[in-house]
């Protein structure tokens, strides 16, 4: 009898072994990949060395996956072949190939949007682009995803509003006549009393193009370099030190702003590493322990907007 017991051991060692392989194997790994614009091969390659398993891991993805890059069309049917495995918050160029496919927009120099809108499933690709949000966080995760930022002086819960009311009328029956009220740099402060298009209008620049706030508020768009030659008076949206986001214990994961690169820092995860400009792209692993992974890409780009 007492001869059996070491095969037994043995066995229920390799039992256990073999049950920690198997949970490893199943387990969800989740990340966030930084602006594509068009960089489809560089995705791929990016995907490759994660070694993403398009049946169990899961895709966040910080906007901007279209435009000035070679293949915008491959990037958007690649990310829309994956379902519930990805998860898309919009950028400023998504919101442009949007509004030059719903008819205010125009191609401009420097654009690469021609085959998206001509493709035979332009339409589906659209409609699927314009019902993603701009605000994207799950119950019981850390994290919240936007594009370019949120506003300092919004708390989380007053971002989640705005970001439902920019959506819905995303998702409006008119959507060239939203492009047509959208852009514009005015008005430059929010105030809770701001109705109709200027609301929607400061909503849209805080949550796709804002990099810069002065300490009252106002938001700065012409001016795209690093923290460290900032104009005088304004700052990062991230360094406001009374940020009302921050009663929250969340980290933000943004991309948009190429020029700060990889940042990351107590309530802040800024992943676009200039992949487009001839630097990388990068994926932050989210579950458990953030793990950085960057890629160089394979298009190099004069900067610009």
């Known amino acids: 009898m007492h001869s ?15 049950h920690k392989e198997c949970q490893e194997q199943l387990q969800v ?5 930084g602006d594509i614009q068009g960089c489809y091969e560089s995705l791929r390659a990016l995907l490759d060395r994660i070694d993403f398993q398009s049946a169990r891991d899961r895709l966040w993805f910080t906007g901007d996956l279209v435009n000035r890059g070679p293949q915008s069309l491959e990037v958007l049917r690649y990310i829309y072949s994956l379902g519930e495995r990805a998860q898309v918050v919009l950028g400023n160029h998504d919101l442009h190939l949007l509004s030059v496919w719903a008819g205010p927009g125009e191609i401009k120099q420097g654009d690469n949007l021609r085959s998206v809108l001509e493709a035979p499933d332009s339409e589906e690709l659209m409609q ?3 019902h993603q949000p701009l605000l994207y966080e799950e119950p019981g995760s850390p994290y919240v995803l936007v594009h370019a930022g949120i506003l300092p002086s919004w708390t989380l819960g007053e971002a989640r509003s705005c970001a439902r009311e920019l959506e819905t009328a995303l998702k409006g029956p008119d959507l060239g006549d939203f492009f047509r009220h959208i852009y514009g740099d005015r008005p430059a402060r929010w105030h809770d009393s701001l109705r109709g298009w200027d609301r ?11 990099r810069y706030c002065a300490a009252d508020g106002a938001l700065l768009f012409d001016y795209k370099g690093a923290p460290e030659t900032a104009p005088s008076g304004y700052y990062p949206w991230f360094a406001i030190p009374d940020r009302r986001f921050r009663q929250q214990a969340i980290t933000v ?3 948009h702003w190429s020029t700060l690169g990889l940042r990351r820092e107590a309530g ?3 992943i676009d590493t200039g992949c487009l400009w001839g630097g990388q792209l990068t994926a932050a692993r989210l579950d458990g ?3 950085l992974i960057s890629m160089p890409c394979r298009v190099r780009m004069k900067p610009g907007r």
């Not at 059996?4 to 073999?18: D, V």
């Not at 929607?200 to 804002?210: Q, V």
């Open 4 to 18: 059996a017991w070491p095969i037994l051991a043995l066995c229920i060692e390799r039992f256990a072994g073999l």
């Open 289 to 291: 322990e953030p793990q």
């Open 253 to 255: 994961i943004c991309g």
């Open 29 to 33: 790994a989740v990340y966030a990949i």
């Open 128 to 130: 699927w682009l314009r």
């Open 268 to 270: 802040l995860l800024a």
């Open 200 to 210: 929607l209008r400061f909503i849209t620049n805080a949550f796709t193009r804002m």
